[in-house]
């Protein structure tokens, strides 16, 4: 299970990419957090970490 980002709350400040410990995460091309749904342990590091919420806990 991975996390689901909200691009348009998304304020590309890498903050989440900095705190996976799987590298799941990384800024897309528009400078936005995308995250690599094969990779992510789901520990939910990136959550905790965001400045403006706009990750969330895939349901």
Known sequence: MA???DKEACIG???C???CP???LS??????S??????C????SCVGTCPVSAI????
């Open 34 to 39: 995308e995250c690599n749904a094969d990779t």
């Open 41 to 44: 342990i789901s520990c939910l």
């Open 17 to 19: 990419v900095g705190v």
């Open 22 to 24: 799987v590298t799941a």
């Open 27 to 32: 800024l897309d091309n528009e400078g936005k």
């Open 3 to 5: 996390v689901i980002i």
């Open 56 to 59: 969330k806990e895939a349901e």
């Open 13 to 15: 400040c890498g903050a």
